[in-house]
Structure formats: C-alpha cells, structure tokens
C-alpha cells in the first residue's frame, strides 16, 4: 500500500511527485494483530512530579508550571477524559500542595491551581520519595483499564539514585509509563533513564526556557496506545466513500525554521491518524528558502538591485494558495470522480500581503477546494478569514491540538456528506 505525496515546486517551475512506501503505518492501523497509536484525547490519568529543589530557582520553577499549563493546553479535561494530577517534592514531598485527579475537573480551575503551586525551595532532591508517593497515594485513585502516565521534571540529581531507580521500576511495574525531562547539563543521564525505563521517554534540555520547545515531542510520546482492536466504524470509514486529495500549503522562508518545524509536527501527526486511511496527501511549498544571491554583473543599475531585493520581502504564499485552483488534476496525482474532495490546509504567520492572500483564498474556495487554516499566526487574521475555511487555530496554537482538529472535522464533513446521500 502506497500513499502518494506530490510536491509542487515552484522556485523552478517544474512538478514532480513520488511514492514514500507507508505500509508499514498503515498496517499499524488496519491490519491487526499489532498495535495502533494515536494521538487523540481518550481518556487517560496523567502525573507530574516536579522538583522544587532551592536549585530550581523561582523563575524556573515558574517556568515549569507554565509548561506544564501549556502542555495540557489541548486536552478535554474532565471526570470522563483527562485527569491530571501534580505533586511537587524536595527534601519531602509537599503533601499539602498535592493536587488529585479529581480536585480540579475543568481545565480553567486545574491550571489556575498549578499557577498557585508555591516554590519550598528543599535542601535536598528525593526523587525516590517522590515517585514513591506518585505510586502509593496518587495513582491508586485512577481509573481501571485507562493508560497511566507519569512526567517526572527535574534539574539535577537526586540525593540516592538506587532508590529513585527502585521506585521507578516498581512504579513502571503497576503499569505506569514513566517519562523524564532533565533540565540543564548537570543531570544524571542514567538515572533518567533509570526513571523512565526507556531511552525513548527521556527528554533533556538545556534551560527551564527551553521545555516549550519540546511540548509537541513530549505529548506525541505520551500518545494513547490503541489495543488489537479495529478502530470504530466512523474512524475506519472515514474517507472511504468520500476520499480526500489534500494539499499541505506553506512557505518555509516566511514562516522560518520555528514554525516550519511546527508544520511538520502537524502534517506528521495527521498522517499517524485512522482518519487518513483513504486519504491523498501532497505538499506545495516553495522550494527555494534561500535566495543564490547574484553576481557583480548581473545588473546594470541600482534600481534593478533594489527591485530585486524587494522580491526578498515578499512571501511566496499567496502565490503558492492560487496554484491550488490546478492542483487536483489527475496529471498532479489527484483522483477523479465527483466524490473526491478537494481540501487544502493553509499555514499562516504574522507578516503577509493579505489582499494577495485573500484573492487567491477566495479563487481557490471558487475551485471547489475546502479550506483550512493552521498555524500560530495574527489570530484576528485568523478569524476573520474562517468564512472562507475553518479556523484550526481556535482550538489553541498546539501542533498536534489543531492537527487532531484538523482530522475531526475531516472525519465530520464526509460523514455528513454520508448522511446527506442516505437521507
């Protein structure tokens, strides 16, 4: 089973397309036995502990509660989806900042509460003691057959390594996936790894600063383990009488590394869905992120120069959205027939030409292309284009978070293109 993606390059005014040989995802999904893995939000009893030694400092022990709010960010949070529970610890676990799994049921209360968490400032880090607790007093309170999860947060090394290695083993033993995130160089690699029994569930970073980054990598990690189970019909069907050929539209160069990274983490999120099972997948993206330059003869006058250095603050977006209005053609890999549909996703930043933008949105809307648009960018912007689209930004700036809308509403629109054909 191949999954063609076609990428439109435009920097040389040429198209080409391949087959990626995804069988191997693809068997994950439907073809049991063997797992499937998918990021949505079924229900689940998540942990953290973190350390709030005196070498945490204040800022940075603010800093992790802030990650820690925007990692859940994207979750339903609630007594029948996600559950989370924080506990903090030193010297002692602070048993008296403990927060349950069932304390805060609304994600507006929950984060408010991990704002208010206080910094204890411990002489000594017992990462044992802690996880020990997280086994014996917090984790008895979750719900049968959910997945368990624990995110251990941590600076440095804690003061009996045998014991923080014991206790993990002992905790990942009741069926509690561990994971570590050490902060700074000065952490025991070892002992993460001790803790989370798993090279793969260890993450370091270099600075508290620095956990934002690593929020998109840290919540596909934790994703729910599906059971040898077919998906439900809604799931496995999706698609199947009404596929889709869709585009992934966005320019490197006017998003920049950052985001364009955050691209990625959404188009690589959406294809490990069962949403996509029937789908099509391409990509048009300019090509040429970076600009050759021009030699000393190239031009005659300084008005040329200038001209061509305004090209430079142009982005190719708009340009990219108006090739969308050919792109299905079945010489482009698109499929035939009238129940195809035609869908685009769009990554938005901040600076654009928006009359630019806005033309070739409503050309391509014209086509017949279903849109939607992704992205961390002016979100009033954003909003005010949803007449054309959905605004996947609305359900927060999290890649994976819009990546699942993204498929939801997918999944939704066929099934009432469904629903509309039966009735």
């Known amino acids: 089973m191949f999954l063609r993606i076609a990428v439109v390059f ?108 206080v910094w204890h400032h411990g002489r000594r880090t017992e990462t044992g003691d802690g996880i020990a607790y997280m086994r014996e007093k917090i984790m008895p309170e979750a719900r049968s057959g959910l997945r368990k999860i624990c995110i251990v947060i941590t ?15 002992r905790a990942r033993s009741d069926g509690i996936d561990m994971f570590a995130i050490g902060v700074s160089d000065a952490v025991n690699k070892t002992e993460l ?3 989370a029994g798993d090279p793969d569930r260890v993450i370091i970073v270099e600075t508290y600063a620095d956990l934002e980054a690593i929020k998109d990598k840290l919540a596909y990690k934790t994703c729910k383990e599906i059971p040898t189970t077919p998906a439900p019909p809604k799931d496995e069907d999706c698609g199947l009488d009404n596929p889709a050929d869709i585009y992934y539209v966005f320019d490197p160069a006017y998003l920049g590394i950052d985001q364009t990274g955050w691209v990625t983490q959404f188009i690589t999120h959406t294809l490990n869905t069962d949403e996509f099972t029937h789908m099509r997948v391409g990509v048009i993206s300019d090509s040429c992120p970076l600009d050759a330059g021009f030699n000393l003869s190239r031009y005659s006058n300084f008005g040329e120069i200038r001209e061509r250095l305004r090209s430079y603050e142009n982005p190719q977006l708009p340009k990219l959205i108006g090739s969308l209005t050919s792109a299905y053609s079945v010489a482009k890999g698109g499929r035939p027939g009238p129940g195809v549909r035609r869908v685009a996703v769009i990554f ?73 054909i039966i009735n």
């Not at 440095?156 to 083993?169: F, H, I, N, P």
């Not at 938005?348 to 017949?368: F, P, T, V």
Request: hydrophobic residues 40%; contains cysteine; charged residues 25%.
């Open 10 to 117: 435009f920097c040389v005014g040429t198209i080409s397309a391949w087959d990626i040989d995804l069988k191997n995802l693809l068997a994950k999904r439907r073809n049991p036995p063997g797992p499937n893995y998918v990021c949505y939000q079924h229900p689940l009893d998540l942990v953290f502990i973190l350390d709030a030694s005196s070498s945490i400092w204040a800022q940075n022990f603010t800093k992790a509660k802030d990650f820690v709010n925007s990692f859940i960010e994207p979750y339903v949070i609630g007594p029948n989806k996600v559950r989370v529970a924080i506990e903090t610890y030193a010297q002692r676990v602070y048993v008296e900042d403990v927060i349950h799994f069932n304390d805060f049921l609304t994600k507006e209360s929950l984060k408010q509460s991990i704002s208010d968490l």
């Open 155 to 169: 600076d440095g090394r804690s003061q009996d390594s045998e014991k923080t290695a014991l206790e993990a083993k």
């Open 348 to 420: 938005l930043g901040n600076k654009i030409d928006r009359e630019a933008l806005l033309r070739n949105i409503k050309a391509a809307r014209e086509a017949g292309v279903e849109l939607y648009f992704a992205g961390r960018g002016d979100a009033g912007f954003m909003a005010s284009i949803a007449r054309y689209g959905f605004n996947l930004a609305q359900t927060g700036p999290s890649a994976i978070g819009q990546a699942l809308s993204f498929a939801t509403k997918l999944c939704d629109e066929s099934q009432a293109r469904m629903n509309q």
């Open 193 to 195: 790894h001790n803790i």
